[in-house]
């Protein structure tokens, strides 16, 4: 499957909330992305044609498949920002890069970064 980040960057944001929040709404996408509601109801069109979510106007939902493809991209930001940070690398440098890694890595680079992250769990 193709990359997107700004897909995947929606999906990321409506899995977090929803671990927080009973029911996602457009207004909440939009606040945690820092873009206009318009922009979001644009988006969720997108990801609804392509299976990732289903939306009423007012619910926001994830299908199995966009939940699953959201823990991907989540699980490989927290990953690569641990692994950051066990270099030596802020927490918010590591959280800002990790954003922008967790896009385009090799699936033989995160394998290592998880790896390594695994490894030295103890050293937290």
């Known amino acids: 499957m193709k990359r997107n980040q700004s897909a995947e960057d929606y999906l ?14 457009q207004v909440e996408v939009a606040r945690a992305t820092g873009v206009s509601q318009p922009a979001v109801q644009k988006a969720l069109k997108i990801l609804e044609s392509k299976g990732y979510v289903t939306w009423d ?3 926001i939902y994830l299908t199995e498949g966009g939940r699953d ?19 030596g690398v802020n927490s918010s440098d590591a959280d800002n890069d990790a954003c922008e890694m ?14 390594f992250v ?4 103890g050293g937290e």
């Open 12 to 25: 990321e944001t409506i899995l977090l909330l929803s671990r927080q929040l009973d029911y996602v709404h």
């Open 102 to 115: 967790e896009h385009v890595i090799s699936p033989a680079s995160m394998e290592m970064m998880r790896e």
């Open 118 to 121: 695994e490894k030295n769990k």
């Open 57 to 59: 106007g007012l619910h």
């Open 69 to 87: 493809y959201a823990e991907e991209v989540y699980c490989k930001h927290c990953t690569i920002r641990r692994f950051l940070e066990l270099h």
